[in-house]
């Protein structure tokens, strides 16, 4: 399509003989081409100059289209210095000459225009450094170079930082570049020689972008936003620039990274620098503590530049005033700081992509992130013409009433107070909308009435490590007054104060939580009611404080994922950590203690009960050891080798095998494999197959519960294994079938109903199956049985004995005895679920337990489970009624349904007696002998 057939808009002629002046060149063209050239040329000196001096290129344009006139427009020629000068010179003004028309014509959208822009910076650049290298390597100053280098520039890289990183440059825009060069490139011994050659050709690039002559300039390039431009040179290796940003890099330099890229010479090389760098600029951890950063660098801004204050439009700054461009970047570079570790899809380069990724994933509210989106472009096209009436590196709007008289012709307006009214209230709102989000409220008025007890803790806590940092004091002074008043309407307000106190207490660090409070005032509200109800998990929040990231990530609050989407979920991020087995053992260790403490925090809120939390921790469980398990087994077969035979599986015995393990529970397991008779493993370092696989169980031992910087996964108990701690930590399918037939005890049947395989080879898994079904369906001596477990019964009594009146596990009628009877049931019987309630039932379809028994044992079961798993989460030892106070009582009365603790207390008394006598009818039996 033409340029006339695109037009959508049009300039207004501010000096109407000037842009007669031009528009009678070419009064044989269409009238919309000739009234843009009008208007053009009578508001845009410049433009004027740029439009009678290209005359018969610029109809050429106009024929062919913008598109196809801006490839003609950007062939750059000329192998010496001064043919290739003079030829980007040429294009550089062409280009401003099409950009500036297509802009003012709306024939390109602002994001065309700056694209198209930066599209020419990213080729000048690339043919300027490739130009100076291949000269240094005709010198023969480039060690080892050839002509073949001068493709990738010799290693070297400009790295596009600010506007041309994100394809937004303006009509005036400096080129903020970082060059760097790939050292490996070269020999050590070349090392400072490469260097030399290489700052010689960044200066020369630098320097035929940047210099004015007869026929203008390229860009101006500023190199200053590399590390210390002070005492560096002017490209630095890669090496020494990473060792820079990771120890001593700056919150603005993350900033600055967000919308890095390489945009010239070796790109493959520019392209794997910046994914080295993504650990600094992308935390792993929500990083609140940058918005404080980007504040107090917004107000040295203002300081440095004069800023500051109420806004006036003569001579107010678009970009870095009040109200301006700059606002709009920080308010959403900041939010993806914050963020972006954690999410991917955050990291857009360009503001408006930026700002559209925040509002779906629900960082901004979508109405304020198309309010900011729709000022931006505004903004933008503002400081364009603003720009293009002299071609002045300027972001200022005009000082006089003719300056803004030209400016609104500029745009096609011809009223310039409804254009001052719209920028002003622009402006406003822009500042508006991101000052909030900056400037936290000033402290409310300290809380008065505080009694002896209360202030001396509050003194306590600026000594906590959390608080002894000037900057982590600032921002907890601020938090103070407001986290006092929440915690004194929760419905104990002296022990969420304590419990508070001792989350405070176990920090080992402020700013990052601090600021995340400040920005997040809801979850003071979560915490307080953690602090009051919930005394374990305030302990735990101290020491793993990151796990609240998840609370604002989004689906805190949504449905259950379940098994299948979490192992998936977990799997993706282990795979992008591939080659880094450490990392990926953290990362996994991050991800699980989220959803562990989101299970957690959803129990002690009512929004699940026990039963559902227990399924959910299973879920969690079986989704790390299914997901895990093919990680440990690939790192180990690196040094020794592929599983030798069929492989293995990972078989969940106990709690995790019936999928009611609680908050606190250890993992259960046992390793069975096959080696299908194979000797020994096949690596650099052989082992035979027993000694692989005892070796590859210690592995995923370790990986689960080995102490690191994110703490341990779970604790593994492997004891239920064949003969115990006396056996193989891993046992062949051939001698677990031979154990299990011939030797096994009547307890290990017992356990073995509750087996269920949860990671590895599903060949071997179902051929366990098959033989759990086989041992528990075999026939068997009844009377030997049911003696076998009233000797068991009878041992655990005599072991141990309840701790307590609210002990839920340990006592005649309790868990632990409702579950062995339960367990019995089912190897008598044809069938053997693994669940306790569906055990029972097994045992009434035999004829051994009676309706009655059967409801007995439901109910003590039925009341202790969920009294176990509330009492597990306020606390890790002994339930202590005093210890965890009034919120941790009600919870505790929420999750059984009782009324009162002396009401509670009664009903575990009666139900555990109850099912004390009916255990011990059912035992005195024998399947087919129960009363009906």
């Given at each position: 399509?033409?340029?006339?057939?695109?037009?959508?808009?049009?300039?207004?002629?501010?000096d109407?003989?000037?842009?007669a002046?031009?528009?009678?060149?070419?009064d044989?063209?269409?009238p919309?081409?000739v009234?843009?050239i009008?208007?053009?040329?009578?508001?845009?000196?410049?433009?004027?100059?740029?439009i009678?001096r290209?005359?018969?290129?610029?109809?050429?344009?106009?024929?062919?289209g913008p598109?196809?006139?801006f490839d003609?427009?950007?062939?750059?020629?000329?192998?010496?210095?001064?043919?290739l000068g003079?030829?980007?010179?040429?294009?550089?003004?062409?280009?401003?000459?099409?950009t500036?028309?297509?802009?003012?014509?709306?024939?390109?959208t602002?994001?065309?225009?700056?694209?198209a822009?930066?599209?020419?910076?990213?080729?000048?650049?690339?043919?300027?450094?490739?130009?100076?290298v291949?000269?240094?390597?005709?010198?023969?100053?480039?060690?080892?170079?050839?002509?073949?280098?001068?493709a990738?520039?010799?290693?070297?890289?400009?790295i596009?930082?600010g506007?041309?990183?994100?394809?937004?440059?303006?009509?005036?825009?400096?080129?903020?570049?970082?060059?760097v060069?790939d050292?490996?490139r070269?020999?050590?011994?070349d090392?400072?020689d490469?260097?030399?050659?290489?700052?010689?050709a960044?200066?020369?690039?630098?320097a035929?972008?940047?210099?004015?002559?007869?026929?203008?300039?390229?860009?101006?390039?500023?190199?200053?936003?590399?590390?210390?431009?002070?005492?560096?040179p002017?490209?630095?290796?890669?090496?020494a620039?990473?060792?820079y940003?990771?120890?001593v890099?700056?919150?603005?330099?993350?900033?600055?990274?967000?919308?890095?890229r390489?945009?010239?010479?070796?790109?493959?090389?520019?392209?794997?620098?910046?994914?080295?760098?993504s650990?600094?600029?992308?935390r792993?951890?929500?990083?609140?503590?940058?918005?404080?950063d980007?504040?107090?660098?917004r107000?040295?801004?203002?300081?440095?530049?004069?800023?500051?204050?109420?806004?006036?439009?003569?001579?107010?700054?678009?970009?870095?005033?009040?109200?301006?461009?700059?606002?709009?970047?920080?308010?959403?570079?900041?939010?993806?700081?914050?963020?972006?570790?954690r999410?991917?899809?955050l990291?857009?380069?360009?503001?408006v992509?930026?700002l559209?990724a925040l509002?779906d994933?629900?960082?901004?509210?979508?109405?304020v992130a198309?309010r900011?989106t729709g000022?931006?472009r505004?903004?933008?096209?503002?400081?364009?013409?603003?720009?293009?009436?002299?071609?002045?590196?300027?972001?200022r709007?005009?000082s006089t009433?003719?300056g803004?008289?030209r400016?609104?012709?500029?745009?096609g307006?011809?009223?310039v107070?409804?254009?001052r009214?719209r920028?002003?209230?622009?402006?406003?709102?822009?500042h508006?909308?991101t000052?909030?989000f900056?400037?936290?409220?000033?402290?409310?008025?300290?809380?008065?009435g505080?009694d002896?007890?209360?202030?001396?803790m509050?003194a306590?806590?600026r000594?906590?490590?959390?608080?002894?940092?000037?900057?982590?004091?600032?921002i907890?002074?601020?938090?103070k007054?407001d986290?006092?008043?929440?915690?004194?309407k929760?419905?104990?307000?002296r022990?969420?104060?304590?419990?508070f106190d001792a989350?405070?207490?176990g920090?080992?660090?402020?700013?990052?939580?601090?600021?995340?409070?400040?920005a997040?005032?809801?979850?003071?509200d979560?915490?307080?009611?953690?602090?009051?109800?919930?005394?374990?998990l305030?302990?735990?929040?101290?020491?793993?404080?990151?796990?609240?990231d998840?609370?604002i990530?989004?689906?805190?609050?949504?449905?259950?994922?379940?098994?299948?989407r979490?192992?998936?979920d977990?799997?993706?991020r282990?795979?992008?950590?591939?080659?880094?087995?450490?990392?990926?053992?953290?990362?996994?260790?991050?991800?699980?203690k989220?959803?562990?403490?989101?299970?957690?925090?959803h129990?002690?809120r009512?929004l699940?009960?026990g039963?559902?939390a227990?399924?959910?921790?299973?879920?969690?469980?079986?989704a790390?050891?299914?997901?895990?398990?093919?990680?440990?087994?690939?790192?180990?077969a690196?040094?020794?080798?592929?599983?030798?035979?069929?492989?293995?599986?990972?078989?969940a015995?106990g709690?995790?095998?019936?999928r009611s393990?609680?908050?606190?529970?250890?993992?259960?397991?046992?390793?069975i494999?096959?080696?299908?008779?194979?000797?020994?493993?096949?690596?650099?370092?052989?082992?035979?197959?027993?000694?692989?696989?005892?070796?590859l169980?210690?592995?995923?031992?370790?990986?689960?519960?080995?102490p690191?910087?994110?703490?341990?996964?779970?604790?593994?108990d492997?004891?239920?294994?064949?003969?115990?701690?006396?056996?193989?930590?891993?046992?062949?399918?051939?001698?677990?079938?031979?154990?299990?037939?011939?030797?096994?005890?009547t307890?290990?049947?017992l356990a073995?109903?509750r087996?269920?395989?949860v990671?590895?080879?599903?060949?071997?898994?179902?051929?366990?199956?098959a033989l759990r079904?086989?041992?528990?369906?075999?026939?068997?001596?009844?009377?030997?049985?049911?003696?076998?477990?009233?000797?068991?019964?009878?041992?655990?009594?005599?072991?141990?004995?309840?701790r307590g009146?609210?002990?839920?596990?340990?006592?005649?009628?309790?868990?632990?005895?409702?579950?062995?009877?339960?367990?019995c049931a089912?190897?008598?019987?044809?069938?053997?679920?693994r669940?306790?309630?569906?055990?029972?039932?097994q045992?009434?379809?035999?004829?051994?337990?009676?309706a009655?028994?059967?409801?007995a044992?439901?109910?003590s079961?039925?009341l202790l489970r969920?009294?176990q798993?509330?009492?597990?989460?306020?606390t890790?030892g002994?339930?202590?009624?005093?210890?965890?106070?009034?919120?941790?009582?009600?919870?505790?009365?929420?999750?059984?349904?009782?009324?009162?603790?002396e009401n509670?207390?009664?009903?575990?008394?009666?139900?555990?007696?109850?099912a004390?006598?009916?255990i011990?009818?059912i035992?005195?039996?024998?399947?087919?002998?129960?009363?009906?």
């Amino acid at each position: 399509m033409t340029f006339a057939a695109r037009i959508t808009r049009q300039p207004i002629p501010f000096d109407r003989d000037q842009g007669a002046d031009s528009a009678g060149a070419f009064d044989d063209l269409a009238p919309e081409l000739v009234e843009l050239i009008r208007g053009a040329a009578g508001s845009s000196p410049y433009l004027k100059s740029l439009i009678d001096r290209d005359r018969d290129w610029l109809r050429q344009a106009f024929e062919i289209g913008p598109e196809a006139a801006f490839d003609d427009a950007t062939r750059v020629e000329g192998d010496t210095d001064k043919a290739l000068g003079s030829s980007l010179r040429l294009a550089k003004r062409r280009v401003a000459l099409l950009t500036g028309l297509a802009d003012l014509a709306g024939v390109w959208t602002l994001e065309e225009v700056t694209g198209a822009l930066t599209q020419f910076a990213d080729l000048a650049t690339d043919r300027a450094l490739k130009h100076h290298v291949g000269r240094e390597i005709a010198r023969g100053k480039l060690p080892g170079a050839t002509e073949d280098d001068i493709a990738t520039a010799g290693g070297a890289v400009a790295i596009a930082m600010g506007k041309m990183g994100a394809h937004e440059l303006n009509y005036s825009s400096d080129i903020d570049l970082i060059m760097v060069f790939d050292q490996d490139r070269y020999d050590p011994v070349d090392f400072h020689d490469a260097r030399s050659s290489l700052v010689r050709a960044t200066r020369r690039m630098a320097a035929m972008l940047s210099e004015m002559t007869g026929e203008g300039y390229v860009f101006r390039t500023d190199l200053r936003l590399r590390p210390d431009p002070a005492v560096t040179p002017v490209i630095l290796s890669m090496g020494a620039a990473e060792g820079y940003y990771e120890s001593v890099g700056r919150t603005w330099e993350r900033a600055a990274h967000i919308k890095a890229r390489p945009c010239a010479g070796d790109i493959a090389a520019g392209a794997a620098y910046l994914e080295r760098l993504s650990p600094f600029v992308w935390r792993k951890h929500l990083d609140f503590a940058a918005i404080q950063d980007a504040h107090d660098m917004r107000l040295r801004i203002r300081e440095h530049k004069g800023l500051g204050g109420k806004v006036v439009l003569e001579d107010h700054d678009i970009k870095l005033g009040r109200g301006g461009i700059r606002e709009i970047e920080f308010f959403t570079q900041t939010r993806q700081i914050i963020a972006g570790g954690r999410d991917p899809d955050l990291r857009q380069r360009g503001t408006v992509q930026g700002l559209a990724a925040l509002a779906d994933r629900g960082w901004v509210p979508e109405d304020v992130a198309a309010r900011l989106t729709g000022h931006y472009r505004s903004h933008r096209e503002v400081e364009h013409r603003v720009q293009m009436v002299n071609d002045a590196q300027t972001h200022r709007l005009p000082s006089t009433g003719p300056g803004f008289a030209r400016l609104a012709a500029m745009m096609g307006e011809g009223d310039v107070a409804a254009l001052r009214a719209r920028l002003a209230a622009a402006l406003d709102e822009v500042h508006t909308l991101t000052e909030g989000f900056f400037a936290p409220d000033e402290p409310r008025a300290a809380v008065t009435g505080l009694d002896e007890e209360t202030e001396a803790m509050l003194a306590r806590w600026r000594n906590y490590p959390a608080c002894r940092s000037a900057r982590a004091s600032r921002i907890f002074e601020r938090l103070k007054p407001d986290l006092l008043t929440r915690m004194q309407k929760a419905a104990r307000p002296r022990e969420a104060l304590t419990q508070f106190d001792a989350f405070l207490r176990g920090l080992p660090a402020g700013v990052q939580l601090f600021s995340l409070f400040e920005a997040n005032p809801p979850l003071v509200d979560l915490i307080v009611d953690i602090a009051a109800t919930a005394p374990a998990l305030s302990v735990y929040l101290g020491r793993n404080s990151q796990v609240l990231d998840a609370v604002i990530g989004g689906d805190f609050f949504a449905e259950w994922p379940g098994q299948a989407r979490l192992a998936a979920d977990l799997s993706a991020r282990l795979t992008a950590l591939q080659g880094d087995y450490e990392g990926q053992l953290d990362d996994a260790r991050r991800w699980a203690k989220e959803w562990h403490f989101r299970i957690g925090v959803h129990h002690l809120r009512g929004l699940i009960d026990g039963a559902e939390a227990g399924g959910q921790y299973s879920d969690l469980a079986d989704a790390v050891l299914a997901t895990l398990w093919p990680v440990v087994v690939a790192q180990f077969a690196e040094k020794h080798g592929p599983p030798p035979g069929k492989g293995a599986v990972l078989v969940a015995m106990g709690s995790l095998g019936a999928r009611s393990i609680i908050s606190t529970s250890d993992l259960d397991l046992i390793v069975i494999y096959d080696p299908d008779g194979v000797e020994a493993s096949d690596g650099r370092r052989p082992l035979a197959s027993r000694a692989y696989y005892a070796r590859l169980t210690q592995a995923m031992v370790t990986a689960l519960s080995a102490p690191m910087a994110e703490g341990k996964l779970y604790e593994v108990d492997m004891r239920l294994r064949p003969s115990g701690r006396q056996g193989p930590v891993a046992t062949s399918l051939e001698s677990f079938r031979a154990y299990q037939r011939e030797e096994a005890w009547t307890w290990e049947h017992l356990a073995l109903t509750r087996a269920r395989p949860v990671a590895g080879e599903d060949e071997i898994g179902a051929a366990v199956e098959a033989l759990r079904d086989e041992v528990l369906n075999a026939p068997r001596d009844i009377g030997k049985t049911i003696a076998d477990v009233v000797e068991m019964r009878t041992r655990i009594a005599e072991a141990k004995g309840p701790r307590g009146p609210l002990d839920a596990k340990i006592g005649p009628g309790r868990m632990q005895d409702v579950e062995l009877v339960a367990q019995c049931a089912a190897i008598l019987a044809p069938e053997t679920p693994r669940g306790v309630m569906e055990q029972i039932d097994q045992g009434v379809a035999i004829g051994w337990i009676n309706a009655d028994e059967a409801a007995a044992l439901k109910a003590s079961y039925g009341l202790l489970r969920p009294m176990q798993a509330a009492a597990k989460l306020l606390t890790e030892g002994t339930l202590d009624l005093e210890a965890i106070g009034q919120g941790g009582r009600d919870f505790l009365l929420r999750a059984t349904g009782e009324a009162s603790i002396e009401n509670l207390g009664a009903a575990v008394a009666a139900r555990s007696r109850a099912a004390e006598e009916a255990i011990e009818a059912i035992l005195a039996r024998k399947p087919g002998e129960a009363a009906t």
